[in-house]
Structure formats: C-alpha cells, structure tokens
C-alpha cells in the first residue's frame, strides 16, 4: 500500500480571494521522481491542463520545465491576481500507485474550513472537478458535515455553482463554490458530452476539450 502524501503546504496570504481546490497531484511529485516538463509546484503535471489554460487566458508566457523560473512564474502570476491553492487531501492510500481520485483510500483532508475562517478575504473556491467520488466537491461536501455545514445549489447547469453560508457574529459571510471542469485528459470524454461543446465544436470543427475550458475557466478565474 502507497502512502500518498501531497507534497505542497496551501498557497494562501492574506490577500487571497480566489481558492483553487482539487485533491492530490501525480504520486511522482511526492516521491521527487519528476518527467520531463514536470513543475515542481500545485498542478505542476506535464499532463495537466491546468496551467495551460491559464496560461492561454492571462497571456503570462509560462516556462513548462522542472526550474525554478517555472515555479516562481506560477507563484507570481497567483500573488498578482490574488488567487490561492489549497486542495483538499492531506494524505491517502492507494493499491495502485496512479493518479486516480477513484483509487484513493483512508483519505485524510485538511481542514480547509479552518482556512476559510483564518482567511476571511477568500469568497470563491474553484473546484477542479464535481461531485464525483473522491472528487474535491464530493470531498468537500464530507468535511462540511463535520461542522454542520452544507452547500446551497444556485445552479446545475455546468459548472455547477454552490454558495456556503457562515453565520457569524458579525452578519452572514457568503462563499461560492465553482466545480469545474477536470483539467484532465481523463475528463475529456466528459467535455464531449456536454451540449455546449458539441454546438461549438460543429460550428468550428478545430475546437477542442481544452479550448472549451478556456472559455469555462476564464469566466471564473
């Protein structure tokens, strides 16, 4: 059994507003075992889309390289726009040493309500992925429980959008939820399905999966 630990701390200041949530990178970038175009930073996976996207959307000219350049581009480009990483899993155990949200086990989550409480600026966590098993909103709904909390739906259409509520002392502080599209090859299958998707694609047979979540992801980030 491989012990999965994440590899990074959460990347949040003060000034953050925007969380992105996903699970757990590639075990490679655990054990420091990294490919060729590998980051060794959050959603650093050559096979990632994450960067890509952002990339594409903010203009930034990333180096996609196991360099220091590569990583500082990224924290940069977070510290600048006020967006922070804090994906959900802590640690988690997998018979098969592979990537797959299905295949983790014994998953043990960060208090990512603490963070919301010691962050007060944060009013949107992006979810990259639903609320599928193991998935960060599947997850994130189980650790709300543990604090009596839960999500609201203010939409179904995809993205599916949710808001949580705390009542503080203070007033009602409102958080909106934003599950994503994966940025996988694993959910490209997904994509296709989607009616919107197919709409573009038949107006313009080059659109791709990952064009699709540029126009998805920009609305948000």
Known sequence: MFLHQHPYPPFITENTTKLIVGTLPPPRFSTGEFKEGDV???????????????????????????????????????????????DIVASAERAKIDASDLGMT????????????????????????G????GPE????????????KLNALSDEVPRIHELKFDLEMGVRRIKTVSLIAPSGAAN?????????????????????????????????
């Open 40 to 86: 060794d930073f959050c959603y650093g996976s050559r096979d990632g889309q994450l960067w890509q996207i952002l990339n594409r959307i903010f203009k930034l000219n990333l180096v996609f390289e196991t360099t220091d350049e590569a990583v500082q581009q990224r924290k940069d480009f977070l510290l600048k726009y006020n967006i922070g990483v804090c």
């Open 106 to 129: 014994r998953i043990k989550c960060r208090d990512l309500v603490g963070y919301l409480k010691q962050y007060p600026k944060i009013d949107t966590l992006l979810f990259t992925g």
């Open 131 to 134: 609320n599928s098993k193991n």
């Open 138 to 149: 599947y997850l994130f709904r189980r650790h709300l429980k543990d604090y009596g909390l």
């Open 189 to 221: 299958r997904a994509v296709g399905a989607i009616p919107k998707y197919k709409t573009l694609k038949k107006k313009n047979p080059e659109f791709n999966t990952i064009d699709f979540r540029v126009l998805q992801y920009a609305e948000y980030f």
